[in-house]
């Protein structure tokens, strides 16, 4: 009798899997992750020199201003320096310029480098002023919020900012002077008029706000006097 066999009965068994190609599965997701990172890193690359550098600098300088007048005034007078420095990289990038990020030294200010020169003097004019400019205006909004919240410490970090973008304004060496007569003459008068107007708005900020300061410093000696009266 011939006997014929159930052909569900002979099953093949699986083919072993190696250990290699476990591996590869398991760190499969974590390349296509890694992948993702290094895109990721690929499209914000230019963002991690300012978060090294400015970042880092910016620190420092807080630290070093905080030990010595309260973290309050050392955010507030980086953030108002910072906001001058943007002034000068904003018109400098309008002009197609290539410039650092910003760095910041304690005791010493900050500043912004020019990987190539401008080229020609009313470029080099308009990167100068840009920093006063838009530093000033930050100076202004500083100080009116100041007064709308009765913060005396915003006023006075109003006029530091106002003396700061005017110092600024003064301290041109010779050479860029010299450079400033080379624009031609309706950029000239141009130059002219926002240099020395803006010497004017910064003048008068500092004179406004110093009076403010010293009215609220006279408001509070009054108000002290009163609480605690001297004995007779």
């Given at each position: 009798?011939?006997?014929?066999?159930d052909p569900t009965d002979a099953r093949a068994l699986p083919p072993t899997e190696s250990t290699g190609n476990k591996?590869?599965?398991?760190?499969?997701?974590?390349?296509v992750i890694g992948v993702v990172i290094l895109k990721f890193i690929g499209k914000i690359k230019f963002i991690l020199p300012i978060l090294l550098k400015t970042g880092g600098s910016m620190v420092l300088m807080v630290g070093v201003y905080a030990s010595i007048w309260g973290w309050k005034w050392a955010v507030g007078?980086?953030?108002l320096l910072l906001l001058h420095e943007c002034g000068h990289l904003l018109v400098a990038k309008k002009f197609g310029l290539a410039v650092s990020a910003p760095m910041f030294i304690p005791f010493m200010g900050a500043f912004i480098a020019l990987k190539e020169a401008p080229r020609d003097a009313w470029m080099e004019a308009c990167v100068g002023i840009g920093g006063p400019i838009l530093g000033s205006l930050a100076a202004v909004a500083c100080h009116a919020l100041g007064l709308a919240l009765n913060y005396p410490l915003l006023i006075a970090l109003a006029w530091t900012a106002y003396f700061l973008n005017l110092f600024n304004l003064f301290r041109k060496r010779t050479a860029?002077?010299?450079?400033?007569y080379e624009v031609a003459w309706p950029q000239r008068w141009l130059m002219a008029t926002m240099y020395f107007g803006l010497i004017g708005a910064l003048v008068l900020g500092m004179h406004v706000s110093h009076q403010q300061l010293m009215e609220r410093v006279h408001s509070a000696r009054q108000k002290y006097e009163q609480t605690f009266p001297q004995a007779e």
């Amino acid at each position: 009798m011939t006997l014929i066999s159930d052909p569900t009965d002979a099953r093949a068994l699986p083919p072993t899997e190696s250990t290699g190609n476990k591996i590869k599965k398991a760190l499969g997701p974590i390349g296509v992750i890694g992948v993702v990172i290094l895109k990721f890193i690929g499209k914000i690359k230019f963002i991690l020199p300012i978060l090294l550098k400015t970042g880092g600098s910016m620190v420092l300088m807080v630290g070093v201003y905080a030990s010595i007048w309260g973290w309050k005034w050392a955010v507030g007078f980086v953030l108002l320096l910072l906001l001058h420095e943007c002034g000068h990289l904003l018109v400098a990038k309008k002009f197609g310029l290539a410039v650092s990020a910003p760095m910041f030294i304690p005791f010493m200010g900050a500043f912004i480098a020019l990987k190539e020169a401008p080229r020609d003097a009313w470029m080099e004019a308009c990167v100068g002023i840009g920093g006063p400019i838009l530093g000033s205006l930050a100076a202004v909004a500083c100080h009116a919020l100041g007064l709308a919240l009765n913060y005396p410490l915003l006023i006075a970090l109003a006029w530091t900012a106002y003396f700061l973008n005017l110092f600024n304004l003064f301290r041109k060496r010779t050479a860029e002077e010299q450079r400033y007569y080379e624009v031609a003459w309706p950029q000239r008068w141009l130059m002219a008029t926002m240099y020395f107007g803006l010497i004017g708005a910064l003048v008068l900020g500092m004179h406004v706000s110093h009076q403010q300061l010293m009215e609220r410093v006279h408001s509070a000696r009054q108000k002290y006097e009163q609480t605690f009266p001297q004995a007779e």
